[in-house]
């Protein structure tokens, strides 16, 4: 069985795979590090994203770098939605997503372009969507614990223009699958979300 799951930042989408992946016994992969893992590479390397697309596009990571905590960062994340707008880039994590989703037993994958782009034949496909004012309070608050200082009104701008970005790029932008159940987790809470994502999933398969 395939689940994809897509939505925006902060919707709860890698919460409620990660969720999923445990009820149903399948491995999960979080696309968006796959992202990160380029963009934090750029950051290291010191490339210009507009100006040396190729070299960005050609950047290699080893997969060690995908359990560095500097990839969870917000300024990782934007970048990451700089760099994951060019095609040569998706194009070279192409192969990965598509080999992890069709391996034998079955797979969960969130990202953006998962039910859209790389298994547009999975079993399941939810979309996970919340207001930007309820993911920018999320991730407020997980900010602050973490002891930093950033104000709400920067992350729901920085939550805007990643969404605005994700959504408007010409190379598999963040779209609801025709065939995707939409999950809307504005006002639920993290297990009445896993609870409706379970049950949706068994609806479908
Ligand atoms: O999901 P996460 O916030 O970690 O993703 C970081 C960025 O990577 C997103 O803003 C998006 O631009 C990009 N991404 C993507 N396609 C995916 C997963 C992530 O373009 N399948």
């Known amino acids: 069985m395939i689940i994809a799951v897509d939505g925006p930042a902060a919707s709860g989408k890698g919460t409620i795979a990660k969720a999923l992946a445990r009820h149903y016994g399948l491995p999960h992969l979080d696309t968006g590090l796959l992202y990160r893992a380029v963009a ?33 960062s917000d300024e990782i994340g934007q970048l990451a939605s700089i760099v994951s707008a060019h095609p040569l880039v998706r194009a070279a994590l ?32 939810l979309f996970v969507k919340a207001t930007p004012q309820i993911r920018a309070q999320r991730r407020h608050k997980e900010l602050q614990a973490h002891g930093s200082p950033v104000s709400f009104d920067k992350v729901l701008a920085d939550i805007r223009a ?28 993290i297990e009445a979300s896993v609870q409706k994502a379970v049950a949706l999933v068994d609806a479908r398969r």
């Open 162 to 189: 990643r969404d605005a970005r994700d959504s408007g790029r010409s190379t598999a932008p963040l779209v609801m699958a025709p065939d995707a159940a939409l999950l809307d987790t504005s006002f639920l809470s």
């Open 40 to 72: 934090l590479t750029v950051r290291r390397l010191d490339l210009d994203p507009a100006r040396e697309a190729d070299a960005v596009a050609a950047c290699d990571f080893d997969d060690a770098l995908l359990a560095d905590p500097a990839l969870r």
């Open 94 to 125: 192409l192969q990965r997503q598509k080999r992890f989703a069709r391996q034998d037993g079955g797979a969960v994958l969130d990202g953006r372009d998962i039910g859209s782009v790389i298994a547009p034949d999975a079993d399941a496909k």
